[in-house]
């Protein structure tokens, strides 16, 4: 993708400073309430300074050694991982209190993208265990939970984003081969698709269960997996393979997500101004409903307001993106709908000009990072996905990246290259075709 050029431009020593310092420092104490949430925010660390290609600077050997040992001290011995230490009962554990900590669908999925970043070779993690693991997290109705009891409970919620976790997980520690992989049975992959569709709505989107709501956080966990599982609407070109898979209306989706780009860039441009000096013929059709246009026009849109051209078209500097009709901008949305969309091969249908100049003009910050609006200051959380985006937008000093994975390219390949994972996809790569289940027909008799 050609990278973007305009006169805003990304602080990149800034970015390196704030994630620096979210690295080497004690983080500000309105993070204490995420305390239980250390190996999520470990992860946007190593990745965003991985992204900003200053990781390897960033870390000494012994420290990226350091790192690695601690998310391998939030492993537990059954299989998978706990999202912080504070569950570790250490010594005290028992077989009575080992139900305060289970091993966590999103702590595990964490934990190994973290590892891969860090450039370790997997070889500690009890992958067997988790495979085995992850069947059980599986609900009925295709679903995942966050964590199971061990008289088979499943806790947590029911909506993509546990979905898009553990098929991750699987695709990590075993590619997308089908079917039972080092003697340890698949998910119901059929079942879970068949789950992602039921949850598509009337206008194109997907939401967390069936008649809800259409969200963008839903959608693009939903994509996300269905890409991790290599089930995907294949092109129209393509004849259909018989294969059940998500997606049922591409194209209605595709008119979702491309209409969560907004004006509506802060709380007072959602002010209803229906009939006042804002509301006229010569800017946009719904003008009413943003009251602070007058700060984002154009050269163009000015001249048309000054009713020199014959046809008013009013072209935006500054577009935001929203995760629901009729909200406001937020930065993490630009991530959530641009990642379904360059996962779908349809990035080309939006404008990254206008979002990109509305990132870096409205919620980047001063001292780095981005902001969920514009003013706020920086988080973690919206600090890494605006990175993200740049990245998947081609920004010249941003390494590529893995829309679905939130890792660098570099960081994938290193995954795809560790030799036991190549070794186990070859090995059940080449039994299916023994077999015949895979590049052919069932052998006659079978």
Not at 267 to 274: M, R
Not at 309 to 331: I, P, S
Not at 345 to 366: E, F, N, S, V
């Amino acid at each position: 993708m050609a990278p973007i050029v305009s006169e805003s431009q990304l602080n990149y020593p800034r970015h390196i400073k704030y994630w620096r310092r979210n690295l080497k420092t004690l983080l500000p104490h309105f993070y204490t309430s995420n305390d239980s949430n250390r190996m999520l925010l470990a992860l946007f660390t190593v990745s965003a300074l991985d992204i900003l290609g200053d990781l390897d600077a960033a870390l000494s050997p012994e420290e990226r050694q350091g790192y690695i040992d601690w998310v391998y001290g939030c492993q537990l011995s059954t299989g998978g991982f706990r999202p912080w230490p504070g569950s570790n009962f250490g010594e005290l554990s028992t077989d009575g209190n080992k139900r305060w900590d289970p091993p966590h669908i999103p702590g595990t999925f964490f934990a190994l993208l973290t590892l891969v970043v860090l450039g370790d070779d997997l070889e500690r993690v009890k992958r067997r265990e988790i495979l085995v693991w992850l069947t059980r997290m599986q609900r009925p109705g295709g679903g995942f939970g966050e964590t199971v009891d061990e008289d088979g409970f499943i806790h947590g919620g029911n909506d993509s984003r546990f979905g898009y976790m553990a098929t991750a997980i699987r695709w990590i520690l075993r590619g997308n081969l089908e079917g039972p992989c080092d003697g340890v049975s698949d998910i119901d992959i059929d079942n879970f698709v068949t789950c992602v569709r039921d949850a598509e709505t009337y206008d194109g989107g997907i939401s967390e269960a069936p008649y809800h709501e259409a969200h963008g956080g839903f959608t693009s966990c939903a994509v996300a997996a269905l890409s991790f599982l290599d089930r995907l609407p294949v092109p129209p070109s393509q004849k259909p393979d018989g294969v059940v898979r998500g997606v049922t209306n591409l194209p209605l989706l595709l008119k979702w997500l491309v209409s969560r780009q907004t004006a509506t860039l802060d709380t007072d441009d959602g002010l209803d101004t229906l009939g006042d000096e804002t509301d006229t013929s010569e800017t946009c059709h719904d003008a009413h409903s943003f009251v602070n246009l007058g700060s984002f026009v154009s050269k163009q849109a000015d001249t048309n307001m000054k009713q020199t051209t014959t046809h008013a078209h009013f072209e935006l500097q500054w577009v935001g993106v929203n995760g629901r009709c009729n909200k406001v901008a937020d930065t993490c949305y630009a991530y959530w709908i641009s990642a379904p969309l360059q996962l779908l091969g349809h990035m080309d249908i939006i404008d990254q000009r206008p979002i990109r100049k509305w990132l870096l003009d409205k919620t980047q910050h001063i001292v780095g990072g981005f902001g969920k609006v514009t003013g706020d200051p920086p988080d973690m959380y919206h600090s890494f996905l605006g990175l993200m985006v740049l990245a998947m937008f081609g920004e010249p000093e941003l390494q590529t990246v893995d829309a679905a994975l939130c890792i660098t390219e570099r960081a994938k390949k290193h995954l795809e290259s560790l030799s036991w994972r190549r070794e186990l996809l070859q090995k059940e790569q080449n039994h299916k075709e023994q077999i015949g289940l895979v590049g052919g027909t069932m052998p006659i008799g079978s």
